[in-house]
């Protein structure tokens, strides 16, 4: 699908339900898009033409009210592949959040140096590498900016399916720069924690070498919203063996998932749902955040 037939993304319903538990002081929302600039519309100039969806017009100021109301303080704006290599949003919105919000970009080899100086100033902490939407970057982008992403201290950061006989693990399970899957390594959750991917995903995690987003339940399980049944043992076996490496995420606006837009203030109680006590939840939610995205060991 190109963007001349891609489908207009939903925008999620206002306002979210009030979670059943309150998020701990200091917590982070570590996976959202925004997609207005600073004016608050869309150049559609700027789109890849490679999109599978047309973005819907909410920006840094909607995800704010949506922090505020959940009790979000921190959060981390993930380039959407919509965009392609053009930042300009993201970049924007972090400079205009004066410090709140940290960044994740697109890149490709072409990228100047002056582009991620620029980028790093921003608050920028990673890159993405997305072979599942189009506009994104694949493997082999990623292999080729890899040093440049080890010079600055970043990481990269996965959308894959973990499944899939094409993930290049040799490159992966070598990697000089720390990983991060998104959404439980993004495969089809009934296949379980014993599948051949999510062990090795979670093998890296236990070795400190890669960390997991236990992020966007509803686009891995075929289960009823919002307990999602089949994703539970991913969540279990991913606190058993790297509770020090596992962050959480809205994954708001929910784009592409026409007809299953989930509710924010269901996410946040996946984390109860999961069987994360208080003490997990304030790693997951602060502490972890702040040792990848600041560098700090909360």
């Given at each position: 699908?190109?963007?001349?037939?891609?489908?207009?993304?939903?925008?999620?319903?206002?306002?979210?339900?009030?979670?059943?538990?309150?998020?701990?002081d200091g917590a982070w929302d570590?996976?959202?898009?925004?997609?207005?600039?600073?004016?608050?519309?869309?150049?559609?100039?700027?789109?890849?033409?490679?999109?599978?969806?047309?973005?819907?017009?909410?920006?840094?100021?909607?995800?704010?009210?949506?922090?505020?109301?959940?009790?979000?303080?921190?959060?981390?704006?993930?380039?959407?592949?919509?965009?392609?290599?053009?930042?300009?949003?993201?970049?924007?919105?972090?400079?205009?959040?004066?410090?709140?919000?940290?960044?994740?970009?697109?890149?490709?080899?072409?990228?100047?140096?002056?582009?991620?100086?620029?980028?790093?100033?921003?608050?920028?902490?990673?890159?993405?590498?997305?072979?599942?939407?189009?506009?994104?970057?694949?493997?082999?982008?990623?292999?080729?900016?890899?040093?440049?992403?080890?010079?600055?201290?970043?990481?990269?950061?996965?959308?894959?399916?973990?499944?899939?006989?094409?993930?290049?693990?040799?490159?992966?399970?070598?990697?000089?720069?720390?990983?991060?899957?998104?959404?439980?390594?993004?495969?089809?959750?009934?296949?379980?924690?014993?599948?051949?991917?999510?062990?090795?995903?979670?093998?890296?995690?236990?070795?400190?070498?890669?960390?997991?987003?236990?992020?966007?339940p509803t686009r891995i399980s075929?289960?009823?919203?919002?307990?999602?049944?089949?994703?539970?043992?991913?969540?279990?076996?991913?606190?058993?063996?790297?509770?020090?490496?596992?962050?959480?995420?809205?994954?708001?606006?929910?784009?592409?998932?026409?007809?299953?837009?989930?509710?924010?203030?269901?996410?946040?109680?996946?984390?109860?749902?999961?069987?994360?006590?208080?003490?997990?939840?304030?790693?997951?939610?602060?502490?972890?955040?702040?040792?990848?995205?600041?560098?700090?060991?909360?």
């Amino acid at each position: 699908m190109s963007g001349a037939s891609a489908r207009q993304a939903e925008t999620p319903a206002w306002p979210p339900k009030t979670p059943g538990h309150a998020v701990p002081d200091g917590a982070w929302d570590c996976h959202f898009h925004i997609f207005t600039g600073a004016d608050g519309g869309i150049d559609r100039s700027t789109l890849s033409p490679a999109r599978v969806y047309d973005p819907p017009a909410v920006g840094l100021a909607e995800v704010q009210r949506l922090h505020d109301r959940l009790g979000f303080a921190r959060g981390v704006i993930v380039q959407a592949a919509v965009y392609g290599t053009d930042n300009a949003a993201m970049q924007s919105a972090l400079r205009t959040a004066s410090g709140r919000y940290r960044g994740i970009a697109v890149i490709d080899a072409a990228t100047p140096e002056r582009a991620l100086d620029d980028l790093a100033a921003a608050g920028v902490r990673g890159v993405r590498v997305n072979v599942l939407y189009g506009g994104g970057v694949g493997f082999a982008v990623g292999r080729a900016i890899e040093d440049r992403v080890k010079a600055r201290g970043w990481h990269i950061q996965l959308l894959i399916d973990i499944a899939r006989p094409e993930v290049p693990w040799d490159w992966l399970e070598r990697a000089t720069v720390p990983l991060v899957f998104d959404h439980f390594g993004h495969f089809d959750a009934r296949l379980g924690p014993q599948s051949p991917g999510f062990r090795r995903m979670l093998r890296l995690a236990r070795e400190g070498r890669a960390w997991v987003k236990i992020t966007g339940p509803t686009r891995i399980s075929v289960a009823p919203a919002p307990e999602h049944a089949d994703v539970r043992p991913l969540a279990e076996a991913l606190v058993a063996a790297a509770p020090d490496r596992l962050v959480w995420g809205s994954d708001w606006p929910h784009v592409a998932l026409w007809g299953r837009m989930p509710d924010d203030g269901d996410l946040v109680d996946d984390l109860e749902r999961w069987g994360l006590d208080a003490a997990m939840r304030r790693r997951v939610l602060v502490d972890n955040p702040l040792r990848l995205y600041e560098g700090q060991n909360a």
